[in-house]
């Protein structure tokens, strides 16, 4: 799952505004899609990890700049706390390069699916971290969500031991953590210093690994590095605009969508269909993360359908 940011100034949501918040969560979800599409497909080129995190980052820049010019302006991104955007920028990266070696390990919708897994540990961890006080329905969703989790991973020793696995966990406990950190910091900081500072991170991060054995990608692999950054830029940005025109609690649904989007990207790249047990697990995970959902928007007592969202 993909850490939505707070937007940058309330806004009044009218039904057509919560419309196009929907299709702007749902093309940012083919985005993202497309994204771990071409990190598998560059793995499989032979491009290394870091190198490969440092290009989706880098040509990030470019539509998060643009934005950031057209909205907010430059001086949004004055911060009196590096030490939350480093924090942030840590565990996020930990979620970014643990989803990256998944995917290349792994059939990409059954990495997909397992990053949805992700609000399950937030909920989980928002209890040492946030101090929150979770009650006997989300934890009940929170334990049927790990059931989905285990049917898709099969846990058995051989495939336990699978990298891909242990890596997708891995990014998606990062995920999680990069959640609770974006509520910690987003008192103070807007939604796209947030993405900015976390966007040079991962370049930063990207290109230290420069002396480690990186390629030298021919003009088609550079190409889709390139495409690769764009469309991780993108996203995040489609992912930031969504929470801007509608609440959160109509948007967040539609990031399951991403699960279609991977399926048709591995079908008609690699002519892979889905295991019948990742989509019974992504269907058990999807339906209690709903639930936590639901049971958070009522917990914050935010109105579900006053605006027309149903």
């Known amino acids: 799952m993909n850490a939505a940011l707070p937007p940058t100034a309330p806004t009044v949501r009218p039904a057509a505004r919560v419309g196009l918040g929907i299709i702007l969560r749902v093309c940012a979800m083919a985005c993202m899609a497309g994204l771990f599409g071409l990190v ?58 643990g989803g990256f070696v ?20 937030m909920t989980a961890l928002s209890v040492p971290l946030l101090r929150e006080t979770v009650g006997p329905h989300r934890w009940a969703a929170v334990a049927v969500g790990f059931v989905g989790v285990l049917i898709m991973i099969r846990p058995d020793p051989a495939n336990l031991a699978n990298i891909g696995v242990i890596f997708a966990m891995i990014g998606a406990v990062g995920s999680a953590l990069a959640m609770i950190t974006i509520r910690q910091i987003s008192v103070t900081e807007p939604g796209p210093r947030i993405v900015f500072y976390f966007t040079v991170a991962g370049a930063v991060a990207g290109l230290a690994s420069l002396p480690f054995g990186w390629v030298m990608p021919d003009a088609g692999t550079f190409a889709l590095l390139a495409l690769m950054g764009l469309l991780g830029g993108v996203g995040q940005l489609l992912l930031t605009e969504a ?47 709903l639930y936590i959902l639901y049971r958070e928007t009522i917990r914050r007592g935010e109105p579900l359908g006053k605006d027309g969202s149903g």
């Open 40 to 97: 598998k497909v560059a793995s499989e080129r032979g491009v290394p990890i870091f190198e490969i995190l440092f290009f989706r980052n880098a040509f990030a820049f470019i539509p998060i700049a643009i934005y950031i010019h057209r909205t907010t302006g430059f001086g949004v991104l004055r911060t009196s706390r590096p030490g939350g955007h480093a924090a942030r920028a840590l565990v996020g990266l930990t979620g970014m390069i």
């Open 243 to 289: 929470i801007r025109v509608a609440p959160v609690a109509v948007v967040a649904p539609f990031d399951y969508t991403q699960l279609i989007w991977a399926s048709l990207f591995a079908f008609l790249v690699w002519g892979e269909l889905p295991r019948a047990l990742t989509l019974v697990g992504a269907g058990v995970v999807a339906a209690s993360g």
């Open 102 to 121: 998944a995917v290349s390990h792994l059939p990409l919708t059954e990495a997909t699916a397992l990053s949805f897994s992700a609000p399950l540990f």
